[in-house]
């Protein structure tokens, strides 16, 4: 996917109607316009921690087309940095999170390929700075195991057309959870 699609599909997901999820919705898309790097220029070498993050998905789930960059944050609550990697194949895609300098993945979900466009589906980051009570408003029930933290971050599949898919850490479960509205 290049940067014109990435953009133009971090940006076909603002049509959500919380004002959270729309500057969330426009930070992905400059972010998916910078990271994602201009034609033409060379790729990082094989150290960089990028492709150690790609290496490392291609290891913990063979078979699938890394979609690249790799998202980074602290995504399991435990104040750590860590990438997600998005991987598509023709049947399923996968979103693996990782521990920075860590080769086994914190947590690997899997869903049917049917509930997205391969071609336009991104991984962004998603931010979990919310009160319950706008979240209920705006999404509906609160998830299990989802809390509002101003460090912890979420990640969302999406792909411009349907529902995103929301990834959370579940603090009650102590693993990956997802929700969908």
């Known amino acids: 996917m290049d940067i014109a699609d990435r953009l133009a599909a971090s940006v ?7 004002a959270w999820k729309r500057m969330l919705c426009a930070a992905s898309a400059i972010m998916a316009l910078s990271l994602g790097g201009c034609a033409g220029e060379d790729k990082p070498s094989t150290s960089t921690p990028q492709s150690q993050a790609e290496a490392a998905a291609r290891q913990a789930v063979p ?3 890394w979609q690249g960059p790799a998202v980074t944050g ?5 104040g750590r940095y860590e990438y997600a990697m998005l991987g598509i194949n023709e049947s399923e895609f996968a979103v693996v999170v990782f521990a920075a300098e860590q080769p086994e993945p914190i947590g690997t979900l899997r869903f049917p390929l049917s509930t997205r466009d391969p071609r336009s589906t991104v991984l962004a980051r998603e931010d979990l700075d919310f009160t319950p009570e706008d979240f209920e408003r705006d999404s ?6 989802l809390l509002p933290s101003k460090t912890c971050l979420g990640l969302s599949v999406g792909d411009g057309r349907a529902a995103p898919t929301h990834i959370y850490w579940n603090r009650q479960a102590k693993r990956f959870a997802t929700w969908t509205r």
């Open 63 to 65: 078979g699938m087309s």
């Open 74 to 78: 602290d995504f399991s609550c435990r």
């Open 12 to 18: 076909a997901r603002c049509v959500e109607p919380m």
């Open 140 to 145: 509906g029930p609160v998830p299990e195991g």
